[in-house]
Nanobody
Framework: QVHLVESGGGSVQAGGSLRLSCVPSGGTFSINAIGWYRQAPGKERELVARISLSGSIEYADFVKGRFTVSRDNAENTVLLQMNSLKPEDMALYYC???????????????????WGQGTQVGS
């Protein structure tokens, strides 16, 4: 079964840097779009950055100039480099992907949205 594997979160002080990575794993799939959302306590989940199949990138205004999202198509990996972290960046970060996945039962393909389990940034 396809799932998203995240890594790279941890404790960091304001002004520091972290890099998150996410890779879909399991099954046969292709990626349409992949990126990151975050959710702080008491707040709704919000888009941080995402990158499409064509390579177009969308950033939330609050991370422009500080975060960089990139994608390694050969490794099916998306990276989020976070620099100049602020206290308000501390949250649970979720990888999100739109995948075309092949059913192990029927062999047919279908589109679906997938979420990682979340990785904590900050204390």
């Amino acid at each position: 079964q396809v799932h998203l594997v995240e890594s790279g979160g941890g404790s960091v002080q304001a002004g520091g840097s972290l890099r998150l990575s996410c890779v879909p794993s399991g099954g046969t799939f292709s990626i349409n779009a992949i990126g990151w959302y975050r959710q702080a306590p008491g707040k709704e989940r919000e888009l941080v950055a995402r990158i499409s199949l064509s390579g177009s990138i969308e950033y939330a205004d609050f991370v422009k100039g500080r975060f960089t999202v990139s994608r390694d198509n050969a490794e099916n990996t998306v990276l989020l480099q976070m620099n100049s972290l602020k206290p308000e960046d501390m949250a649970l970060y979720y990888c999100n992907a739109i995948l075309r996945v092949q059913s192990v039962y029927t062999g047919t393909f279908s589109w679906g949205q997938y979420w990682g389990q979340g990785t904590q940034v900050g204390s």
